[in-house]
């Protein structure tokens, strides 16, 4: 019989030593066509293993830095303010530092893409006018692909920007086709004439870090990134459209219990408290941004995306203020 995936045995260790009854561990194991034999024979070897104390050990250090995360919380909670993500006209770069970088809050900013072209002039025929002929790469098959952010290059096709915002005018609602980051953003050779008609918010982001640091969103209302979250800061801005943010505390660590990735398997939009019922405890921010606006969305902060519209956003990560927080610093299985 087949060894267990590693993700799966990940799964159990921690469950097991967490001295969760085996069959509780098998009622919520999440991972579907899993036989029951091999998970038995799995926390057998598991309670068997001469190491058993150094893994509970190591299970013991990560429940701490969860209640650590928890007591956190529950003091948040005594200030209401930090229950919702403040709407604020116009920032200043040290005002920004104080009020959302240092501390690492969500804030919506409202007024100050009043210099960005792009608000005005991306409109539907202006971009299949201008930059209609360059070559993209479309995520396809996303409403009938399971994990589709976890398998972004696997089901896209490359395509022409104009027969993508054909699509877009015809279907209005779909989760069908997305065109997401990982396109180079703005700085690629065929779109990067559009990057005048863009700000940097006076002095908060550097104008000249731009290659691998400016991203285009483009899709039809009902789009959905699932919830996840990013090793780097970002600020957000919606050029056209609508769409409605999920922000959870990464001070909630249970969430990254079953992460694939960057990627928790929760709904936000629908807690399943009788799969995870320590959701219960978790609290959701919700936010939509429109038209002009930009969602500050700090380094680690659990994020769910549904655009309610057709949607143009740029999301930018490259601020004056630098920390090392990316791909490279981001802890992965294997590196030390």
């Given at each position: 019989?087949?060894?267990l995936?590693?993700?799966?045995?990940?799964?159990?260790?921690?469950?097991w030593?967490?001295?969760?009854?085996e069959a509780q561990?098998?009622?919520?194991?999440?991972?579907?066509g899993?036989?029951?034999?091999?998970?038995?024979?799995?926390?057998q070897?598991?309670a068997?293993?001469?190491?058993?104390?150094?893994?509970?050990?190591?299970?013991?250090?990560?429940?701490?830095?969860?209640?650590q995360?928890?007591?956190?919380?529950?003091s948040?909670?005594l200030?209401?303010?930090?229950?919702r993500?403040p709407?604020?006209?116009?920032?200043?770069h040290?005002?920004?530092?104080?009020?959302?970088?240092?501390?690492?809050?969500?804030?919506?900013?409202?007024?100050?893409?009043?210099?960005?072209?792009?608000?005005?002039?991306?409109?539907?025929?202006?971009?299949?006018?201008?930059?209609?002929?360059a070559?993209?790469?479309?995520?396809?098959?996303?409403?009938?692909?399971?994990?589709?952010?976890?398998?972004?290059?696997?089901?896209?096709?490359?395509t022409?920007?104009?027969?993508f915002?054909?699509?877009?005018?015809?279907?209005?609602?779909?989760?069908?086709?997305?065109?997401?980051?990982?396109?180079n953003?703005?700085?690629?050779?065929?779109?990067?004439?559009?990057?005048?008609?863009?700000?940097?918010?006076?002095?908060?982001?550097?104008?000249?870090?731009?290659?691998?640091?400016?991203?285009?969103?483009?899709?039809?209302?009902?789009?959905?990134?699932?919830?996840h979250?990013?090793?780097?800061?970002?600020?957000?801005?919606?050029v056209?459209?609508?769409?409605?943010?999920?922000?959870?505390?990464?001070?909630?660590?249970?969430?990254?219990?079953?992460?694939?990735?960057?990627?928790?398997?929760?709904?936000?939009?629908?807690?399943?408290?009788?799969?995870?019922?320590?959701?219960?405890?978790?609290?959701?921010?919700?936010?939509?941004?429109?038209?002009?606006?930009?969602?500050?969305?700090?380094?680690?902060?659990?994020?769910?995306?549904?655009?309610?519209?057709?949607?143009i956003?740029?999301?930018?990560?490259?601020?004056?203020k630098?920390?090392?927080?990316?791909d490279?610093?981001?802890p992965?299985?294997g590196?030390?």
């Amino acid at each position: 019989m087949a060894p267990l995936p590693r993700a799966v045995r990940t799964w159990l260790t921690e469950a097991w030593f967490r001295d969760v009854p085996e069959a509780q561990i098998v009622e919520a194991l999440p991972f579907p066509g899993v036989p029951l034999a091999s998970v038995s024979r799995f926390l057998q070897s598991l309670a068997d293993s001469p190491h058993a104390e150094e893994f509970g050990d190591l299970v013991t250090r990560i429940a701490r830095l969860e209640w650590q995360g928890r007591v956190r919380l529950q003091s948040g909670r005594l200030d209401p303010s930090r229950r919702r993500v403040p709407r604020v006209k116009r920032l200043s770069h040290r005002a920004f530092i104080e009020q959302a970088y240092a501390p690492n809050r969500p804030i919506v900013v409202t007024d100050m893409m009043r210099d960005w072209k792009a608000v005005t002039r991306w409109t539907w025929p202006f971009l299949r006018r201008n930059v209609g002929t360059a070559e993209v790469q479309v995520m396809e098959a996303r409403e009938t692909t399971q994990q589709y952010d976890l398998n972004v290059e696997r089901i896209s096709e490359p395509t022409t920007l104009g027969e993508f915002i054909g699509w877009i005018e015809r279907v209005r609602h779909s989760n069908a086709r997305y065109l997401v980051a990982r396109n180079n953003g703005l700085t690629a050779p065929g779109l990067r004439s559009l990057m005048g008609d863009i700000g940097f918010f006076s002095g908060i982001l550097n104008r000249r870090l731009l290659d691998g640091f400016v991203y285009l969103w483009l899709g039809a209302g009902g789009t959905v990134t699932p919830l996840h979250h990013d090793t780097a800061n970002n600020l957000f801005c919606q050029v056209r459209g609508r769409k409605r943010f999920i922000l959870i505390d990464p001070a909630n660590a249970e969430l990254l219990r079953d992460v694939l990735s960057y990627y928790s398997p929760i709904d936000a939009e629908r807690f399943d408290l009788q799969r995870f019922p320590w959701l219960a405890e978790v609290d959701r921010m919700t936010v939509t941004v429109g038209p002009g606006e930009a969602l500050f969305i700090p380094s680690g902060w659990w994020h769910h995306v549904r655009s309610l519209s057709p949607s143009i956003s740029v999301s930018m990560t490259n601020f004056t203020k630098l920390l090392d927080t990316d791909d490279a610093s981001y802890p992965v299985p294997g590196r030390r």
